[in-house]
């Protein structure tokens, strides 16, 4: 019995020192990792915008609800910046865009109507939202002034059966203060619960044309597409990548164009080949026996009005007659030297003068480019100059953002901006 | 059955000469204490090998030429006793109960009882096996003190001893009836698998520690011996099933069964031959690696760490395969820039930090087939040329499937592997013969198979590849406002469309054409067929000393032919041979108390430089039972085939490769160089120093002390010991430029990399003890308990070391082997408790958390059918367990079984 005893003990104390740690544990686990929330507990942008407290946004409001996106931005699991205008601002597009039909000073009814009628097109308001909204938040704080803007993709794709990647881009900028465009941003970033409210001062209206449209229809701007044609010539062939008519048609491209007008062409044209003609009369006068007197006076009475038939007409960059002094290359270097690789609208330009490089400067690297400089009243661009490296004078641009096909700064297009300019850029000196 | 039977004795009776039967000499064996007879009790006839083993009540009847005879009876714990027999009267011993009487030449190649061994030995009987809870003998070895095992499946685990455990431990021999039994190419013991069938297992003994100089390089830190039954002993017909089920509350599996069939007949057809037959099947679901945890494997030795499939899109599960595959999508992103400049800016601002993502793996479960299959078949067929002299041609034969954690997880499929042995014994000498033959079936390594079926099914790289689309898609979700989170996912989603389902047949299709494509023609499959030749032979000259000194020498030759026709060494031209041999001598005497033994042994192998390796033991016999020993051991491990001559294209631009110059040429070392991964990573290229391989040693010094104390009734085995570890071999990754340019830290991605083995040069200190007691109880009732630990020292920083063991281990177990009416019951309680610790292995490495395990088995024999009926089970309380990171999860089985004639 004595043995059983132990027996029971060492069993009890077997099973209890068992029972006590018996429990195999996990191998360890980690706390998951977190995941980025975008969405807080605040409204969404769509709700936000709707609330009694931003009526000052509530024709805004209203055209999101004709575009169909007011789910879209309320969804908590993205985050977006938009770009939001004030109600006056809506005002003013809908009476430009109705002609008139619906007068400034209209009750905010017949406004909210129009956006309600079947005139305003579900697909017009959809491509004003979509444009104004970007993915994830800007924060003009950290923005930078990089020269000119930040290139930052909208939601918008204008062409989603060409690529599902394709994406209209929007440029913000918090050089000479905060910009969309070439649109102030009027208000601090309102934060909503999936993203941020900037509130513009106008409407930023998605462009719908390329750079090359307004260039090969513009009655003013003859002189430019034909040596935009001349500069491709001989040159496209060999590198169809080169060819500035079709970057100038690029959905790829972001250009800026300084477009001198005809008649600044033809006046550069005119003092350029004025010499070489006058020279070439009063050789071909003495040859014919005139004295000297007499061929000057022969020369001079007859250059202007050769001279005017030669540059007259955008024909000048085909003229055969001219290749040996008009060459492709120089004209290509010229136009070159009137493009930029970025979008700059005048806004972006610096206040005190600066050079920057131009699609010259691919070619000749070390070339200073051209001198760019703006003159601000508030947020508003009031002068803004280009100068060419050997032109005397800084070139005008002409200050008249109308939308596109009106005006003459800030044109927009989907490959760029444009603006007409009263002078030829020289890179160098040209002569004939 | 009797059919069968039947049939074997005709065949037999075909080629064996009549017997002429000696005189017949009838007995029991019985306890002294208890009156009960002694199962199993072994008499053989004095100082020769000829012998029988007593019936289940202690039975037996002995063939011996004449009268006078002495019979030497002896039986685990008790006392043996010599008994001179004058005529042919029934014979009744009786045995006194006595711990550690066993008789073992394990421990120094002589006869020594196991108290007087003069290194730490320990012995599992198959007394201890029949009474067991595991269902498999191999299982018995984790309960011995200082015992590490490694669970990599159902039917595959690897024991170990004082550290550095891992499924393919090439620091701890296993030897079967005198052959080595690892793979020759594959470089794993296969023991579980093909090896003896639990009915024909005599007895194993454990060595912890170096034991080169008796076994021949490789045993650094143990050797484990099996031995099985001769047929002149162990006759008649037996065999056992056990029907089981598993898995319950698995997280990865339904609950399902576990068969498990054993059969044995060994006969004695004369005094001159005997054959035995054994087979054995096994047939379960497989328990499941499940580790889902995310790995870091870039930039850091491995561990697991935060994140699952949906919070890190370069997520790579540890027991999950295909997700290796990984690749950092700016490269997509900054390709999408330059197609459409608009976006540049933008996606500038997302490329400022790689954005890694891995492709979408399966799950371990989901490609590799559930079932585990063992099937083995042994035998062997016994002349006595002499009464002194045993002719012995042998063979065991197994095949299956099974999982076993290398570098990686390999499913081995359909693979077979046979020893043949010849052998000639005499009490005094042996000479052997024994081959392995090797064919890896339709294994394939898990994480190679999987990434490839993956590209099979979908192209990582390309304009329209998994990646790109990939990109493409999270870039789109971006533009969209997306979160990271969600274009993630999202791009995931895109990539993934048209992925087949884990267990689809469109994903078995591509899985199956992959793996059975050879890994040198871009599949997954190793072709392995690697054969191992071995000869040896001892003579032992103490008889000719007329005992007054103990001496022998012996020897052997080893030759291994690797032949993997190019898929896993580089034997695409042809097998490649090589040799090794190896002789070694031992002399021993008795000085008054002390017994002194002094061995050492040569070996060469042809790529390396010979090494001697002494061994000195000595045994203080203090008082009668009571035993102290000192010993200090060496041992001498040649690198492995596959640490010479692997070729081996692991994925991730890696390339696992031998340590032979032939491939510094073969792979331009010396005109393109290379330099240290790690290096390059941190800024610093450190050119390799073309240094070669070599073998590495361990020397230790071990004290301890046996013996029988309270009335000889507790049994106390203390030992203590220190090892010192030199040129530990490892691996290291070496990079290369894919184009002979100079190096750059870009090539540490583009690179070429290499894993080369080398050694490290500073050694390390290991140092250990374990204490066991066993307590004889009355009425038969053992009781026993054990506490090791291992603990590794002087690591150099920086150093990964896979020492692999807990600290601590303690095991404690009560049973009895006959009790009740007519000691029909019989039980054992089994625990095991280790403690946590850190795991390091070529596949993963992690902390393993602390294990406690319960194993108990309860039987009742019914006598007069001979039979025995087991309930029992393993880690009985279900609580699920790794024992090595990325290996199966273990949890309870529970089985009832049936054997007869045990």
Known sequence: ?432 | MSVLKRLLVTMVVFFTLPAIYAQTLKGVVKNSETGEGIPAASVIVKNTAGGVVAGDNGAFEISVSSFPVTLTVSSVNYAAQDVTVANASFLRVALTPLLGQEVTVAASRFNERLIESPVTVERVSATTIRNAPAPSYYDIVANLKGVDVVTSSLTFKTPTTRGFMGSGNLRFNQIVDGMDNQAPGLNFSVGSVIGLTQLDVESMDLLPGASSVLYGPGGMNGTLLINSKNPFKHQGFSFEFKEGIMHLGDAARDASPFHNIAMRWGHKVSDKFAFKITSEFIHAKDWVAQDYRNYARIGTDGAPKAGTRLTDPNYDGINVYGDETSADIRQVLNGVAAQAPFLAPYISTLTTNPILVSRTGYNEMDIIDPTTLNFKLGGSLNFKLTPGTELILAGNWGTGNTVYTGSDRYSLKNMKMGQYKLELVNKNWFLRAYTTQENAGESFNATVTTRLANEAWKASPGATGWFAQYGQAFLSSKLAGQSDYDAHQAARAVADVGRPEAGSAEWKRIFDSVRAKPISQGGGLFVDKTDLYNYEGQYNFSEMFNNVVDFLVGGNFKKYVLNSEGTLFADSTGTIPINEYGGYAQLSKQLGIVRLTLGGRYDKNQNFEGRFTPRATAVFTVAKNNNIRVSYQTAYRFPSTQQQWINLNVGGNTRLIGGQEQFWDFYNFRSNKVYYLNDLRQGTAKEYDYVKYKPETVSSFELGYKGLLADDRLMIDIYGYYGMYKDFITRTLLVQNRTSAAISQADTLNGNIFSVPTNIREGVKTYGFGIGLDYRLPSNFVIAANLSSDVLSDVPVGFVSFFNAPKYRFNASFGNTGFGNQNRMSFNIAYRWQDSFYYNGDFANGRVPKINTLDAQISYKLPAAKSVIKLGGTNILNQYYVNAIGNARVGGLYYIGFGYNL
């Open chain 1, 1 to 432: 019995m004595k043995y059983l005893k132990i027996k029971n003990y060492l069993l009890l104390l077997l099973i209890a020192a068992i029972v006590v740690s018996a429990c195999n544990k996990d191998v360890e686990q980690f706390p998951d990792i977190q995941v980025e929330k975008p969405g807080t507990a605040l409204a969404g942008i769509a709700d936000t915008l709707a609330s009694s407290a931003r009526s000052n946004n509530s024709l805004y409001s209203a055209i999101i609800k004709k575009a169909g996106m007011a789910e879209i931005l309320n969804n908590r699991s993205s985050a977006y910046t938009i770009y939001v205008p004030s109600n006056a601002a809506v005002k003013t597009l809908i009476t430009a865009l109705t002609g008139g039909a619906v007068p400034a000073g209209s009750p905010d009814a017949v406004y909210l109507g129009f956006i309600q009628s079947a005139n305003f097109t579900e697909a017009t308001a959809k491509g004003i939202v979509s444009y104004n909204t970007l993915p994830g938040k800007i924060n003009y704080t950290t923005l930078g002034t990089t020269f000119p803007n930040y290139q930052a993709p909208s939601i918008f794709n204008p062409m989603p059966s060409l690529s599902a990647l394709l994406r209209l881009t929007i440029f913000p900028s918090a050089r000479n203060g905060n910009f969309v465009n070439n649109v102030p941003v009027i208000a601090a970033g309102i934060e909503a619960g999936n993203g941020i409210i900037y509130e513009t001062g106008a409407v930023v209206v998605p462009p719908q044309r390329y750079l090359w449209d307004r260039i090969n229809t513009d009655p003013d701007f003859t002189y430019l597409k034909a040596a935009v044609l001349r500069a491709d010539s001989g040159t496209v062939a060999g590198n169809p990548a080169s060819s500035l008519v079709a970057a100038l048609q690029s959905i790829g491209a972001n250009l800026t164009v300084f477009a001198p007008s005809d008649a600044v062409f033809k006046a550069t044209l005119y003092t350029l080949a004025y010499p070489v003609v006058r020279a070439g009369i009063y050789a071909q006068a003495r040859a014919g026996g005139l004295s000297e007197v007499a061929a000057n006076a022969y020369a001079d009475s007859e250059a202007p009005a050769n001279t005017t038939a030669l540059t007259g007409t955008p024909a000048v960059f085909s003229n055969p007659v001219l290749f040996s002094v008009l060459p492709a290359i120089s004209v290509r270097g010229v136009i070159a030297y009137h493009i930029l690789g970025s979008r700059a609208f005048a806004n972006n330009f610096p206040a005190t003068a600066a050079n920057f490089p131009t699609l010259l400067n691919g070619s000749i690297a070390a070339h200073p480019g051209v001198v760019l400089q703006a003159t601000f009243a508030g947020p508003m661009v009031t002068a803004a100059t280009v100068k060419g490296a050997v032109n005397p004078t800084a070139a005008n641009i002409a200050i008249n953002p109308t939308p596109d096909p009106n005006g003459t700064s800030d044109q927009h297009y989907l490959n760029g901006v444009l603006h007409k300019i009263n002078q030829v850029l020289m890179p160098m000196q040209l002569t004939f």
